[in-house]
């Protein structure tokens, strides 16, 4: 078996998420760049020091951990093994309209955000944005007010590293918003430990949930399909929002200068760009942001009716979370339209048969000498036994047999340093 003991090893390995979060901590040896077919990766910087450690230390690639009170009365009993702590599900949307529609879902990760900068003084909020250069790229931003949070709304089905720019909330000269995505957040959760920079000046995390991140080459892709004969003519590129779920929608400039719009449903879009996704979102245990305060995702349980303003679904993860959620419906910032926790197995069923083959998954790349990561705290066993019939068993294990090969998931990677 591969035995990984580096952040080198990590991003060469497959494993690396894009996070980040290296960069930062080691920022004399790591930088991060976008390789098109894979994602945001760490490179080494010309005449780096040595590592110390500090990185690996932190790496969601490698290593997730759980430490959150198991014995914690509040927290949701039921959900533990499966969702990771919840201590409540909550239905609504941002009271703020314009938020809402521009939203990804119902903008509830925005209102949350607002709420904190308008109403708790807390800095800003480390989040990520289209890159107004390359469009179909994403740049880490630290907003400050409503008109940075508005440009800033919907997902981005692109790699992104916020966790590179932590530095943004280390130095501040109060408590920050984090914004990202799961892995994202259990970074930072991890990087907090190392950090007291970061441990006092994090006053909330806010993950969404995440099936995955393709890569700027599937967007690339996609754009040609469309029309977009270079990466050059491409003059914005959106995803979803602007209505729930929304659309994808590519504005680009053809040779002879005329200006083109094209647009694909988000499920479409999604079912093209899904095919790019890294390997590490495959063998990833948490795809409903467990590490956060607050995880915010789509309330996919029931049908969206065509002009349906959009909606979010909240899950409430710690005890800051929940006072923080407490004030910002308090404030008028966010509005409930329904609370259930059965909300949350509800509108995203296949995470569990999805758990449970990642149980199979891990155990065949340790079996065939390709790397895996190391999650504790995470009831994996149970849900491959429970979740999956006989022909989804053996497909957990051959699929990654077949995978592990196609992949070439037991060499490091081409070209890799
Ligand atoms: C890669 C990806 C995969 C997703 N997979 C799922 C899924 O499986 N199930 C599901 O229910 N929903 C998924 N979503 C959508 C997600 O649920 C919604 O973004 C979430 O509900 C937040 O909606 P909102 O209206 O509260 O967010 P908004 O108020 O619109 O805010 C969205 C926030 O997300 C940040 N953001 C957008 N793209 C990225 C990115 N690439 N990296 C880091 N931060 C980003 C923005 O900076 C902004 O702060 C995914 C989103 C992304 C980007
Ligand atoms: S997962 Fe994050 S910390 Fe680990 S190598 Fe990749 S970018 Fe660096
Ligand atoms: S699926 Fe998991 S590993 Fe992949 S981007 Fe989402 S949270 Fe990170």
Redesign the pocket.
Known sequence: MQIIQTIEDVRNYHLC???GVCATLESERYEMEDVTSE?MRPRVKDSAPESSGAAFGAC??VRLQHDFNREDGGLIRDLRAAWGPVYEVLEGHASDEELRFSASSGGAASALALYCLERRSMRGVLHTASDPVHPYRNRTVFSRDRADLLAATGSRYAPSSPCAELRQIIDADGECVFIG????V?AVHAAQKSTPGLRDNLGLSI?FF????PSTSASLKLAALQGADSPESIRALRYRGNGWPGVWSLDYETKSKSAQRRTMSYQESWDFLQRH??W????????T?EFADIAVGDPWYREVEPGESGSSLIVVRTRRGQEILDGAIAAGYLKVTGSDVSLLPRSQPNLLSARGSLWARLHTLRLFGAAAPKFSGFALFPFWWRELGFMEKLRSVFGTVKRIYRKRLRHPIEGAP
């Open positions: 998420t894009g996070c994602g969601p690639g995505k799961p892995c994202d259990a993950a995440c099936a995955g991140v996704r890294q590490r979102c495959y063998i990833c245990p948490d795809h942001g």
